[in-house]
């Protein structure tokens, strides 16, 4: 067993159709092409980047756990995200990743070597927890290392030079406040009501996250 086998097993995170609803939502927000090529780091289970094949981006994943993909037939390479990505300059339209950068010692990395392999115009997402919210459960998780907040994201794409017209924005993960300004403002003065460690569905008003699309020029 591995790390995924045992936080992601699917029994206890089995599969839902908030995948498919999250994938269209960046699809429109940050008008993405279709016909892309698309790398996602730390590629997991691989439920989102198979979402992403079938609306017909080329998709590669990269990931450290050797289960990473074994649901699904999708490309998938086995390499350590601490160190340099194994592909050439300018490869890819797009580079995403999910849950991932909170988990490296120095997410530096991540943001310098995406800039490299993305092609010029290609868009860098990142989504990982906000730690002013989410800092009474964050190292729950044996493997997180680095806490993210708003201005650690804004800095971060400032240090390996993308676009000053990127968007970095909070994030929360229940699709009925996507599209409510109104529902989203209820959401957080809602959400500090909201036991930290609730197994309802009330964790999602209270869950926070940070979601960037980082531009390359």
């Known amino acids: 067993m591995d790390y995924l086998d045992v936080v992601y097993s699917r029994s ?17 927000e940050f ?22 094949q079938k609306y017909g ?10 289960s990473s993909g074994k649901d699904h037939g ?14 050439a300059d300018a490869s ?20 310098f070597e995406s800039y490299r392999v993305l092609k010029p115009g290609g868009k860098l997402i990142i989504m990982t927890p906000d730690w002013e919210v989410q800092m009474g459960k964050f190292y729950d998780d044996w493997t997180h290392k680095t806490p993210f907040t708003i201005h650690t994201m804004k800095n971060l794409s400032s240090l390996a030079q ?19 300004p109104t529902l989203s403002l209820l959401s957080n003065l809602v959400a500090p009501l ?13 869950e926070r996250q940070i979601l960037a699309c980082l531009i390359k020029p």
């Open 194 to 206: 909201i036991p930290v460690r609730t197994k309802s569905k009330l964790r999602w008003l209270r």
């Open 31 to 52: 008008s993405l092409i279709k016909s892309s090529t698309l790398l996602e780091l730390g590629s997991g289970n691989c439920d989102v980047l198979c979402e992403f």
């Open 92 to 111: 890819f339209d797009i580079v995403f990743n999910k849950s991932l950068v909170e988990h490296l010692p120095d997410p530096s990395i991540i943001f």
């Open 57 to 66: 981006f080329k998709v590669t994943g990269l990931d450290n756990c050797p």
């Open 74 to 87: 999708v490309p998938v390479l086995q390499h350590d995200l601490n160190l340099p990505l194994p592909f």
């Open 12 to 28: 206890s995170k089995p599969q839902t159709q908030y995948v498919s609803q999250y994938v269209s939502y960046l699809i429109n």
């Open 162 to 180: 993308f676009s000053s017209t990127s968007t970095i924005q909070y994030f929360k993960q229940l699709p009925l406040l996507w599209k409510s």
